[in-house]
């Protein structure tokens, strides 16, 4: 072992977060760039400012209604687990709030000047609106990291590394359960108001897209802050500190003690936030179509890493590493990581092809439409569910080969690795969101009608990156909460082993000829079934109401329609706030729910616990891909009719092909993105309440 | 052991096929009594015979289809396998295309009387229409009782009990490939024909159901015939004889030679065939509400098997069975197949809940459509996903139960006890397609109004029945099929410890920390997905067909909407025919390619290939509840708003619930329903091909 191996070892943590710290150093730069931007007209920034307002009351209202939950769990683990665990909980839920507020804010920021920039040049608006997004990203990357190391570090010190790691578990749950919230509530309130603002302004009263007569329209931009920039934060920033913690706590249980185990998944985060810079950087300065400049980013970002991480591995583990028993050469915990690098690109090509609008499957969409309503929905339910065949399949090799390279480490590893990329694919969906506002600032703002087109071209463009970083996002979540059933049943091992109350190892096969593993599965499988539809439900509820309200406006004032009346927005951002506020309660708590009973349930117990966060895992996967995959393909169905296609706007085809856009509105931006959060704070809270009821 | 006990071991097959017998004795008793009863007029039977002729057409061509298929398959089992397998694939086959034939056969019979009927009196169709059900319903069974007890009598006195028991594996396979063909191709034509018939007909040129000026009108009424008699009566031959065959095989594998576990399962069939001669010849006598006297015949059905089941348990296991190494005792063995019989009760009623217009989903569903196209959507969507809550639970809470009384035979028992009362079950399945035919053939022919609304009214209660009996159908496949991957690990442990490839059972415990389990359960979750995907796009395709020709000869022939010009019906049978046969052919093979390539490609093998039964299980159960009863929820939600609720007939409401109805269509009457075969036949397959491949 060499001086430099040794000095990774020791400092390999610190190192991780001086790499954060430069990667917020680069956002606040990024920052200060955004906003020396022009802001644009009197008229816009008074928009943006009502936005903006009502976003934060959202978020602030929000808080209140999390935290009373929120205070709640931390009670009950600070009474029933340990003190640290407790503390890390605030810690985790705390970071995640902080990250949907980054979000939001940085999201408005840039939505104004991006609009005005786009009046300028596209290449402009397109710098803007990406810098905004990396802005969230490396805020997100560098606060997951460095919440996780500071909180490992300290705890570490007070009460030695093991503890701190399971303490780290708290901060985990914290992240994911308000991620759910965050994920849910937001996702809830930007579908309700755009589907409101759909069904009644474009359809039934034949407005545009963000008219300003439509009086739920603010509501519906609003939405857009709310749940796909602070919804989409908060979302990332569960997914990479969850993944960090669940590869540092399978390195814990599986490396027998290695030190090294630890360190490693924090280099790799570190390493890649200057990758991540570098492909910032890039869109930065390189020219070229939209499209092929991100994709570009995302390709120097995941060189860099893949070229960092052999020296940082093969110094780590100079000797290789036992794990469960067996030697592993770096090199193979080198190839677990590229497996992660690799199946970044893969996954976003995979999702490219089910839903966007250049092959076969949205096309048939598009056609299906042509025949009514019904044709379009049965298309795109049978799309979503095609879409899943190729991204599973590609998980299931993903995982039997990194296995095959480092056992459970190995597929820990691949996920670090894969979400490593984090701040470059966040820089990419948070493009999508903020030019989409932008477009509305634009229209509200009576801008001509050149700068709407400008934005409507990088909208299409980020449509299509949403689409393919949700099916990246879905991926890692199932990998990660593989990595977290993992570490469920070591942890449940070590912890019956020396309670003994375990004597032989027969007990903890999780075997599917046990009629209890089997039972577990099917309570498991069936919880993303009730947790979407309760989401659904909700989306349908409170849209339900934005259309009578907005109904209601257009009868008792007609002047509305001719522009004579001015419409109160107000109300509809009022009510869409505390319909969303009001149904992401039952849906959140579901599984914790869940989770504990089956815990309390003698006849119940470990073993059908076991199987039911599998089969969380298993139908949760299908249920989110199937429905991101399939929402983004009805919604790129309508655009390729839009663009005059098959009768282009107005057409029999195309209104058929807008009934299947809000469908796939709660789908793709409610229901399904909302999964990832849960099949993980399933996942979490079952390693936590292993010592309290087994 | 006394006499009788040793006379119910030594004849209890022999009694079972007289029980068959008798069924059939009465099947052909009401035969003549439907066939007795007036068949209308001149024009009625005119449009009976167009009916029959295109439904005829359809079958023929089907069976030309599969037969390609089904001698490819003879011939590789005969070479790979052995011929005894061989030639009970082929008699599987045969009967189960036969119980297809049949049941077109009776229902074309029963339409045109029921429809007659209905202008005397509604208590008069409503029997004529359940005994047309329940023809079907007793010959189906005495179909899949006698051909699996001969088989079993003649194989076992030729190559002996076990090996006879080891080909009845080939006739499941035989009987459930058929079955999936049947049901994917019949599911396909008839809504193809009935979304295409909507689409047009209905939505665009206002036409009402069973217009004779809409071309596609024979073509959806064909479709009745061939999707809901002839595909669900094939069906229900696979479900009844692969339940009977599993409960057998898991009796000789856990029961450890004790010839009464073989015995036992025929004993359950019969005594059930005389239980549904009672509750069939209730109906003939009753008087009341039509769904009061239908519910009444289940439970008299119940009732006599639960009073009959005592005393052949106690007799054929006077001492108890020994099963995987603990004593159990007749009582324990009895409880189990009383929880067969409380079970269909119970689905009933839950799926009752889900789908009838007296309960909150359907009325959710009804509620939404007020908003639009997209709200029914969403609702229906979430109303489906809901109603998988309950019954998967429960269905968690037999498995449990019925294992603790007697292990996997337990669960084998439960489901013959509970398919013991196919024979009523099927009664109430076909009766509502035969009285909607009735009406069809009422308003085709010009017959009064009042007529229809007979029809109409035991049409809702017919609805109602089909989508609760769906739901015990999918609960039975999914315990089936369990039964079935029970067998499937113990025949593979089996003939690796014959064949000296195993020293451990290690090997065997499908364990959920092995990654090739968990890729295994992807695998087989992707099955149900992709294959609902591919039937579902196969309906869209089919439709989308149809809707062009129709639309082709309402512009050619403008006369055909004012009753001048004559529609061509038959282009439209053709089209339909042509589109479904051609349709049905990837997903039904797709599982069965599955299944064969994992067990092929030797890094995955025998347990990946488990993982994979038990995931196709899991998923396929929750997407067939969830299809079938949302299918079934939007149909009447549709229903409750035509029955003058929230505007009624021609309300905005009332297009968006025709539009929620017409997705569920290909839910709740192709993809749905075609998961059940689908998951068996998946579990049937991996049986066989353990000695070929491992």
């Given amino acids: 072992m060499n001086f430099l191996a040794l000095s990774i070892l020791n400092f390999g943590v610190p190192l991780s977060m001086v790499c954060a710290a430069i990667g917020l150093a680069f956002a606040f730069f990024l920052i200060a760039a955004v906003t020396r931007a022009p802001s644009g007209n009197e008229r816009m920034r008074e928009i943006s400012a009502a936005v903006q307002e009502g976003a934060r009351a959202y978020l602030n209202r929000q808080v209140k209604t999390i935290t009373v939950i929120a205070v709640v769990i931390f009670i009950l683990l600070f009474i029933f687990k340990d003190h640290s665990t407790a503390i890390g909980f605030v810690i985790g839920a705390f970071c995640s709030l902080a990250a949907g507020f980054i979000g939001m804010r940085v999201a408005v920021l840039a939505n104004v000047r991006t609009a005005q920039a786009a009046s300028v040049a596209q290449l402009n608006a397109l710098r803007i609106a990406f810098n905004g997004g990396s802005v969230t990203g490396l805020l997100v990357v560098g606060l997951a990291l460095l919440s996780v190391s500071i909180f490992y570090m300290i705890a570490a010190k007070l009460i030695g590394s093991d503890a701190a790691i399971r303490s780290l578990v708290g901060l985990a749950l914290g992240g994911s359960l308000i991620s759910v919230f965050a994920r849910l509530g937001g996702g ?35 939405g857009d802050n709310v749940g796909d920039c602070a919804g989409m934060a908060a979302d990332v920033f569960e997914t990479y500190a969850v993944s960090l913690v669940g590869a540092i706590l399978a390195g814990l249980l599986t490396l027998g003690g290695n030190p090294a185990a630890i360190v490693y998944p924090f280099v790799l985060g570190g390493i890649s936030v200057l990758g991540s810079i570098c492909g910032i950087a890039f869109v930065n300065v390189a020219r070229g179509k939209p499209a092929a400049v991100l994709m570009g980013a995302v390709m120097i970002n995941a060189l860099i890493s893949a070229i960092l991480f052999w020296p940082a591995t093969r110094n780590l583990f100079p000797d290789g590493a036992t794990i469960a028993g067996v030697l592993r050469s770096p090199a193979q915990l080198y190839f677990a990581s590229l497996v992660g690098l690799v199946m970044t690109p893969v996954i976003v090509a995979l999702t490219n092809y089910y839903t966007s609008s250049h092959f076969r499957p949205v096309k048939k969409i598009a056609h299906a439409s042509e025949t009514g309503h019904a044709t379009n929905i049965i298309a795109g339910l049978a799309a979503g569910q095609h879409a899943t065949a190729l991204p599973v399949l590609f998980i299931g090799l993903a ?52 700068i709407r087109a400008v934005t409507d071209e990088l909208d299409a463009v980020g449509n299509t990156m949403i689409a ?206 909302a999964i990832n959060p849960m099949i993980k704070v399933v996942n979490i809270l079952a390693i936590l309440i292993i010592p309290i009821f087994f």
Same sequence: chains 1, 2.
């Fill in 188 to 222: 809830i309130y930007t579908k309700a108001a755009d589907v409101g603002a759909d069904l009644v302004g474009k359809i039934e009263s034949g407005l545009e897209e963000d008219d300003p007569r439509n009086p739920a329209v603010i509501a519906d931009n609003v």
């Fill in 399 to 450: 995982i039997l080969v990194t296995f095959h390279f480092a056992g459970l480490y190995g597929i820990a590893v691949a996920v670090m690795a894969m979400l490593s990329m984090a701040g470059v694919i966040i820089s990419l969906d948070s493009f999508g969101p903020i030019t989409d506002n932008a477009g509305g600032i634009a229209v509200m703002a009576h801008l001509p009608k050149e």
């Fill in 468 to 673: 393919v970083t949700k099916g990246y996002a879905i991926a890692s979540a199932g990998l990660a909460a593989l990595v977290l059933f993992g570490s469920y049943v070591e942890e449940l091992r070590a912890h019956l082993t020396s309670s003994l109350k375990l004597a032989t190892d027969q007990f903890f096969q999780f075997s599917l000829q046990d009629p209890k593993v089997i039972v577990g599965l099917f309570i498991g499988g069936l919880l993303p079934f009730v947790f979407t539809a309760f989401s659904m439900d909700a989306v349908g509820k409170a849209a339900g109401a934005v259309v009578r309200e907005v109904r209601r406006q257009l009868q008792t004032k007609p002047g509305i329609l001719t522009g004579q009346d001015r419409p109160e927005y107000g109300t509809c951002v009022d009510i869409v706030t505390k319909a969303a506020l009001r149904e992401m309660i039952v849906p959140a708590l579901l599984p914790l729910f869940a989770v504990v009973v089956v815990a309390m349930i003698k006849p119940l117990g470990p073993v059908v616990l076991g199987g039911l966060l599998v089969g969380t895992i298993v139908t949760g996967l299908f249920l989110a891909i199937a429905m991101t995959s399939g929402g983004a393909a009805w919604d790129n169905a309508k655009k390729f009719i839009e663009e005059g296609n098959l009768g282009g706007k107005g057409s029999f085809a195309h209104a058929a092909a807008v009934t299947g856009d809000t469908v796939g509105d709660p789908y793709k931006d409610t229901a399904g993105p």
